[in-house]
T-cell receptor
Framework: NAGVTQTPKFQVLKTGQSMTLQCAQD?????MYWYRQDPGMGLRLIYY???????DKGEVPNGYNVSRLNKREFSLRLESAAPSQTSVYFC???????????FGPGTRLTVT | AQSVTQLDSQVPVFEEAPVELRCNYS??????LFWYVQYPNQGLQLLLK??????LVKGINGFEAEFNKSQTSFHLRKPSVHISDTAEYFC???????????FGKGTHLIIQP
């Protein structure tokens, strides 16, 4: 089992460009999440999907959109990237019965 | 809404010495508590969790944590650290449900030889 996979691992964008971060899981979990990690800030929730077909905003949703394509896949889109979106992005899934989350390896995004 | 405070951004410790990383939380309801570890350039890995029952929780790599409801704390401890424990440690809280974890800002554990 691969667990939670994310693509790409690294990306450099220019201000105003768009891109989609991909996340897939083979754990058959219902809930999926996108976090961003910035130095000294911990992880902050961007969007989440409690189940297939639903999405909700987290703490820092501005500048992002998400799509829950099916139970396995949850993508994060930056329509017009800004330098403030330079960060490491983590996808996670939620094991409902124990509330713990399983994290992917992350995508390191730099916006110049 | 819940919140998590990790009181130390960095903790330097000599190898084989004991360590305690502090975590306090704020919530109006019952919570579930977690400690995650992040090694350099990697994702987050669960160290241990408190859901209910015994307030002393044991995790991987010799770590343990104690839930103290009256002090709203969930401090992480290890009796003897190794160089390989150098990492960032995050405390997190959930009020249940599927709306994500709230993380502290992290504590960087630095092991000195």
């Amino acid at each position: 089992n691969a667990g939670v996979t994310q693509t790409p691992k690294f990306q450099v964008l220019k201000t105003g460009q768009s891109m989609t971060l991909q996340c897939a899981q083979d754990m058959n979990h219902n809930s999926m999440y996108w976090y961003r990690q910035d130095p000294g800030m911990g992880l902050r929730l961007i969007y989440y999907s409690a189940s297939e077909g639903t999405t909700d905003k987290g703490e820092v949703p501005n500048g992002y959109n998400v799509s829950r394509l099916n139970k396995r896949e949850f993508s994060l889109r930056l329509e017009s990237a800004a330098p403030s979106q330079t960060s490491v992005y983590f996808c996670a899934t939620h094991r409902g019965s124990s509330y713990e989350q399983y994290f992917g390896p992350g995508t390191r995004l730099t916006v110049t | 809404a819940q919140s998590v405070t990790q009181l130390d951004s960095q903790v330097p410790v000599f190898e084989e010495a004991p360590v305690e990383l502090r975590c306090n939380y704020s919530s109006s309801v019952s919570v579930y508590l977690f400690w995650y570890v992040q090694y350099p350039n990697q994702g987050l890995q669960l160290l241990l969790k408190y859901l209910s029952g015994s307030t002393l929780v044991k995790g991987i790599n010799g770590f343990e944590a104690e839930f103290n409801k009256s002090q709203t704390s969930f401090h992480l401890r290890k009796p003897s650290v190794h160089i390989s424990d150098t990492a960032e440690y995050f405390c997190a809280v959930s009020e249940g449900g599927a709306d994500g974890l709230t993380f502290g800002k992290g504590t960087h554990l630095i092991i000195q030889p």
